[in-house]
């Protein structure tokens, strides 16, 4: 006699299976197995809805890459099919080349790294003659990253920027620890609000305010920007540190101080995003320490309506691919339909 | 589609997965050569070419570690199918390294950079510091027309004499000799203290090397910083070409990340931070600013 031969029925409403053990010459038994959550397949994960909208900004997917760690995207062809990407966000540039700090300009920290580029970019003019066609060509959402030491600086990149085909947004990197000057519109609201707003008037793009995690209160920061007019909040940058060689009693980054990323600072991204989330009607875009699904899922189930990969991109290519594989399972174990239906869901703890 | 940066060796022809380690063994002090079963990255690598390693579990080390190619291996006849490097212990992740056994996993990405040209070269003499020998039994390989790398197959015409000058501390830090005589290098040691081979600087020995050859000499150099500066300095006197292979800390090998740059100047004398990943690792030395 063989096995009992299991008969799969037609999936319930509920999404769980059904199974019957057909049992042979015994009488009639039915074993009616309900499967825990996680076993279902991917069946009704097909059907999950990936796309988000943060302010006028429309993304296939939540699944983005950081301005910094992602080069200019060409860098990255080929490892990593681009045009899967929700939104790809290039080196964030400046109006003029900026040569960037002196070497060393990174260096390994537990669970993550310190670093001090700079800014190192070829300037506006070579990105949009040499960067954007390639980057236009890839059919996916190209955030524009910029900085500038003063406001005109931001409102002249975003005048210039705004007829460029293929940019879908930009992204104002305000908070940037490792240049001089510029820093200010990060850690000051009205600075803030008053740089959001000049680039909101000089161009139609939508805007995302990159915000610092190295102030007192983000929430403020993130409440001027939404009153500047910016789309969409993403946060956060590097957080401030320093790595020291105590035998040669000196700095090992060039540049003394640098930003930590990777998985040492996603608690901090965690909280800077589930804070910002609560305070300010716009949505959140989660970045910092970002590697893995479950990474995603916990800064979706903070307030982030999309999130950036960061380092993960350095230390693993494809982080973004193996992302995106396992996002619409794990959307499904949640019982989503789309990915609004998870984003801000963290019940209160009594 | 357009070349947002022409003349850049961009990662197109990388792969990226898990290998199992064939061998980690101790090749000289605090020195190991590993093996790692990889037929997609042995096939397409080419000399002074790198690839980065990983620890497959855990963060802590988090970020990829750049190894040049030693050489490719081959278990039958065929083509190559897995990939040697060549390590000091220095550090976290090389201490960590030198604990692996055969048997295990380890993440891997590659090939990365540009490589040493295939030139038509009469006399390739290869200068080494340190552990700046390890991109080099691939190099002569080639040149002996013993190999041919990449995919498809690179062909490089054959030089008559390949020399390398390899300069360490002490003779216990020696890795390789074997490897470089079995394939018809000339090999000539320098050492620090005098325990083996010439007693002072491995640029002394290329000099003596270069100013007997009756042939035309082409050097390549890798080591530390002082001694490519040396070397550099040395092939511009003796109106030899020269590249050098630079080694730098990298985040991700790739292009991405900007951490890596050295001031490489253009030829109107204007240096400018290039990344030593895809525009390297391998420059002309008369370029480099040291």
Redesign the interface.
Known sequence: MGPAAPKLTPRRSDGYTVVEFIVPRQPPAFLVVTLPPVCRDNTNSANVQLDVQLGRLRLRNPIAVASGTFGYAREMAGLVDLARLGAILPKTITRDPRPGNPPPRSVETTGGMLNSIGLNNDGLDEFIQRKMPYLADLGTAIIVSIAGRTREDFVDLATRLDGVPGIAALELNVSCPNVSGGVDFGTNPDACRQVVAGVRQACSLPVLAKLTPNVTDVALIARAAEEGGADAISLINTCLGMAVDWRRRRAILGNVLGGLSGPAIKPIALRAVYQVARAVEVPVMGIGGIATIDDVMEFLVAGATAVQIGTANFYNPTASMQILDALPTALAELGARSVADVVGTMTERK | ?????PRTS?????W?GTCRVEENVRVARDTYRLRLACPEIAQRILPGQFLML?LTAG??????RPLALYDVYSHCDSSPDAVQVVYLVVGKMTTLLAEIKPGATI?A?GPLGNGFEARPTEHLVMVAGGIGQTPFPAVARECLGLHCYGEPRRQVPRAKKVTLCYGVRSSEYLAGVDDFERLGVEVHVSTDDGSAGHHGLVTDVARSVIERSDAACRMVCCGPEPMLAATAELARELNVPCEVSLE??M??G?????????KVRDPSGNW??RRTC?EGPVFDAAGVEF
Request: with cysteine; net charge negative.
């Open positions: 589609m357009s070349e947002p940066c961009y990662a197109d022809n990388a990226q990983r963060n802590d080390p988090l970020l990829g993440d990405w730098r800390a985040a991700c790739i292009g991405a990340c900007f951490s890596c740059v050295a400018t931070y895809i």
